[in-house]
């Protein structure tokens, strides 16, 4: 399959929901997760196995006196979430379609809602890093941006004026 053809949320669902190897390589080829690690003990390339007894991906160093393991999402800005890497995949792509209200949360994914909430910060967070750096121009020279201003405010205890 072409790298540039954009998978939907079912066609994600039923390639990768059961195949974390899959996924992996499919965040690798994507820049998400390294594709390479050394090892921070011996300076070796680690090789990346499938752990069945965590249900998880991890870094292992080859080095028989050393056998040094990293997960998978270490570094990166999935470090510190107990998700298993294909159900992260599938949140982003849900996310892209902004389906990640917490009750589908709670049912697609099965995490709850504290997670929830941590994931949609830590989205909101990297989108708003890609933003900065590389800003959208609005406008140009033959055409006009209008802007329009509106104030959202709360009135504190029913004091003060009531704004418009």
């Not at 991906?57 to 998978?72: D, H, P, T």
């Not at 800005?77 to 992260?88: A, Y």
Request: hydrophobic share 40%; glycine share 6%.
């Amino acid at each position: 399959m072409s790298s540039t053809m954009r998978l939907n949320f079912a066609q994600m669902c039923a390639r990768f929901a059961n195949d974390e190897i899959a996924a992996v390589q499919f965040m690798q080829r994507r820049g998400l997760i390294h594709g390479r690690r050394i090892c921070p003990r011996c300076g070796r390339y680690m090789v990346l196995r499938f752990r069945e007894d965590r249900d998880d991906v991890r870094w292992r160093c080859g080095r028989k006196e050393c056998r040094k393991e990293l997960s998978a999402k270490t570094r990166t800005w999935f470090q510190g979430c107990e998700q298993p890497i294909k159900t992260m995949l599938l949140f982003i792509r849900a996310w892209a379609e902004k389906w990640t209200r917490l009750a589908f949360c709670r049912g697609a994914f099965d995490i709850n809602e504290a997670a929830g909430v941590r994931l949609n910060a830590a989205m909101r967070h990297v989108a708003e890093e890609w933003l900065l750096k590389s800003p959208l121009h609005v406008g140009g020279s033959s055409l006009t941006v209008e802007v329009n201003e509106t104030l959202f405010s709360m009135r504190k205890y029913n004091r003060g004026r009531v704004l418009p």
